[in-house]
C-alpha cells in the first residue's frame, strides 16, 4: 500500500536458520502459492540492508556520484564481495606506491569495475524489468557478522587475485550451501584461472565445474543468446580492437588475447547436491566492462553492452532466483 513501510526480510537469513539448502524449499515452507517471479523477489525482499557504504575504486574513473535512491529499501541489491587480495595480485597497490594498502578501505582487486559497473547494471535492471532494485550496489565483507545472509546475489571479479582467510572460506562455504549464489568474471588466462580455482577449492572441496553451453537454459530465460559461446566474449575495453572483425582470426585475437589460454570463453558452474546453481565463472570475458563502459564509446555499447553484457546480466538473474 502507497505509504507503507516495507517489511524488512532475509529469506536467505530464514533458510539459514531452518537449515535449508536452497530457495524452493524455504518458500514451499512459507506456503508455497507465490507464483516463480514473486518467489524470486522474494528471495531478497527488504532484507535487513546494512547502511549504504562506499570506498574509493581501484580505477579513478570509477569515482562517480550517487544517485537519489541510495538509500531506498527495494528487492533486489547488487552486493558485490570485497575480499583480500593475493600477495601478488596483478593490481596490488603496494607495487606501486611501496605499502600496503588495506582491502576493507577499498582500492584494490576487489574494486575494479566498481561502482560504475554496479550502478549502470542496477539501473538497467530497473529500466529493463520490474524488479525492484536499487541503483547503487552494496559492498559485502564476509567477516561482517552475518551481513552477507542477506544477499541472495554476490558478485565479483579479478578472481585470480583473491586470498581468502580461513573463516571467510568456511563463511562463504556455508552461504552458498544454505543458498545463496555468487557471479564471478572479469579473470583471464591459465594463471589467472588456477589462481582462482586454488581458492574456490578451499570453499567447495567436493565440487567439480559443469562446463556449460549456450544451450543451458540459462542462456535463453529472458533474452536469446543461444549460439557460438564466442558471440558472447566481451572484451576489456583497452584491449580492444575497434576494426574487429569476427571472420578475421588475426583480429579477433588482437581484440580477446590475454595470455596464455585466454582465447577461449568459458561459463563453468558448482552445482550444490540438489543441482542448484551456487557459483558461476565467467572465464575470458569481462561482462563488467560491458556494464561499466556505457556512454564512453558509442560502438563498444551498442556492440558488447546491449547485445551481450546486459542481456546476459539480466537473464543470470531471472535464471539464479527462480532456480
Not at 560504475?116 to 530497473?126: E, G, Q
Not at 552458498?176 to 567447495?204: H, S, T, Y
Not at 572484451?235 to 589460454?261: A, H, M, V
Not at 565467467?282 to 551481450?308: A, C, K, M, P
Amino acid at each position: 500500500m502507497p505509504g507503507q513501510q516495507p517489511r524488512r526480510f532475509s529469506l536467505l537469513r530464514y533458510a539459514r536458520s531452518q537449515g535449508s539448502m536452497n530457495f524452493q524449499r524455504v518458500l514451499g515452507r512459507m506456503g508455497g502459492g507465490l507464483v516463480f517471479l514473486a518467489a524470486a523477489l522474494l528471495a531478497t525482499l527488504y532484507a535487513s540492508q546494512k547502511t549504504f557504504r562506499v570506498y574509493p575504486s581501484l580505477e579513478p574513473y570509477d569515482d562517480v556520484s550517487l544517485p537519489p535512491d541510495y538509500q531506498e529499501k527495494t528487492e533486489w541489491i547488487f552486493a558485490r564481495l570485497m575480499y583480500p587480495e593475493h600477495p601478488n595480485a596483478l593490481f596490488s597497490r603496494r607495487y606501486r606506491f611501496g605499502g600496503s594498502m588495506d582491502w576493507r578501505e577499498g582500492g584494490t582487486s576487489w574494486t575494479q569495475d566498481y561502482p560504475r559497473a554496479d550502478r549502470h547494471f542496477s539501473l538497467a535492471l530497473r529500466r529493463l524489468t520490474r524488479i525492484s532494485a536499487r541503483s547503487v550496489e552494496q559492498p559485502v565483507n564476509l567477516d561482517d557478522d552475518d551481513d552477507v545472509y542477506d544477499f541472495p546475489w554476490l558478485c565479483a571479479g579479478e578472481m585470480g587475485d583473491w586470498k581468502l582467510t580461513a573463516s571467510q572460506a568456511k563463511k562463504l562455504r556455508d552461504y552458498l550451501l544454505r543458498g545463496g549464489f555468487l557471479m564471478l568474471d572479469d579473470f583471464w588466462g591459465a594463471e589467472e584461472w588456477n589462481g582462482f580455482a586454488g581458492e574456490i577449492k578451499r570453499v567447495l572441496p567436493d565440487r567439480a565445474w559443469s562446463e556449460l553451453t549456450t544451450d543451458h537454459p540459462l542462456f535463453n530465460c529472458v533474452y536469446d543468446l543461444r549460439g557460438p559461446m564466442s558471440r558472447l566474449q566481451v572484451p576489456t575495453i583497452q584491449f580492444w580492437n575497434q576494426d574487429y572483425d569476427p571472420k578475421d582470426p588475426q583480429s579477433q585475437l588482437q581484440t580477446i588475447f590475454r595470455g596464455e589460454g585466454s582465447k577461449e570463453m568459458h561459463v563453468r558452474a558448482l552445482l550444490d547436491d540438489h543441482q542448484r546453481m551456487m557459483v558461476l565463472a565467467i572465464h575470458n570475458s569481462d561482462v563488467s566492462d560491458g556494464w561499466e563502459r556505457e556512454g564512453e564509446n558509442e560502438l563498444y555499447f551498442r556492440r558488447y553492452s546491449e547485445q551481450i553484457a546486459y542481456p546476459l546480466g539480466i537473464n543470470v538473474i531471472f535464471y539464479l532466483m527462480t532456480h
